[in-house]
């Protein structure tokens, strides 16, 4: 099956830091990524749309000065998180959408768990 | 895009069947229904897709009746392995287009 990685896999840093988070898609092309974050216990919470070639589009209440996306090939978008504050905490997912004769599917990364002390 | 409810919990034995209901009552006509399994710390994985009726394939299968409000994913002999969260997601899949996590429901499997 298709292969979604991110990098790193986990990540502790110092408060008021920035963090990259990248996610690939291995064996196919991705025009379109989706950025989640994961807090503990609780469902999978929609960050934004990463799109090749354009602007990341944003869910109502993510600021998107602080999560800084970039679609720059078609198998790799990049999450930054900047000025890091222990609230940022989480863990998060990025998934690919691969187009199948009926219809689409996201294949998830790993995962990435953010610290930020 | 329309919403999925699904029980938050379920409690089985290892070698039983489990069947797994999710209601999403404003599925809409390009819809279609897939179920993802999670376990502690990884990302979701893909377990069955489908858009009406039965489809099986070597892990699951997934019931639709025909009106679509619903589905169910069924899990046969399952193991303390399938012990994971699994959710529900309804999305127009014929375009690229985000989907909404719901709240998953947490299985788990003892011996």
């Known amino acids: 099956g298709a292969v979604v990685s991110q990098h790193p896999s986990w990540v502790i840093c110092k408060s008021g830091t920035s963090v990259k988070i990248e996610c690939r898609s291995l064996?196919?092309?991705?025009?379109?990524m989706f950025w989640y974050r994961q807090f503990p216990k609780q469902s999978l919470m929609l960050m934004a749309t990463?799109?090749?070639?354009?602007?990341?589009?944003?869910e109502q209440g993510v600021e998107k000065d602080k999560f800084l996306i970039n679609h720059a090939s078609l198998t790799l978008s990049t999450l930054t998180v900047t000025s890091a504050h222990p609230e940022d905490s989480s863990f998060y997912i990025c998934?690919?959408?691969?187009?199948?004769?009926?219809?689409?599917?996201?294949?998830f990364g790993p995962g990435t768990r953010l610290t930020v002390l | 895009l329309a919403k999925t409810t699904q029980p938050i919990s379920m409690d089985s034995y290892e070698g039983q069947e489990v069947n797994i209901t999710c209601s999403h009552n404003?599925?809409?006509?390009?819809?279609?229904i897939t179920w993802y399994q999670q376990f502690p710390s990884q990302g979701p994985r893909f377990i069955i897709q489908?858009?009406?009726t039965k489809v099986t394939n070597e892990v699951a299968s997934l019931f639709i009746p025909a009106d679509r409000k619903s589905s169910t994913l069924s899990l046969p002999r399952v193991s303390l392995s399938d012990t994971a969260v699994y959710y529900c997601?309804?999305?127009?899949?014929?375009?690229?287009?985000?989907?909404?996590f719901g709240s998953g429901t947490r299985l788990s499997i003892r011996p």
């Open positions: 064996d196919f092309q991705a025009t379109t």
């Open positions: 998934s690919a959408e691969r187009g199948r004769g009926l219809g689409n599917e996201q294949f």
């Open positions: 997601l309804v999305g127009d899949h014929s375009s690229a287009s985000k989907i909404i």
């Open positions: 404003n599925i809409a006509t390009n819809d279609y």
């Open positions: 990463s799109n090749e070639g354009s602007k990341a589009t944003y």
């Open positions: 489908g858009y009406k």
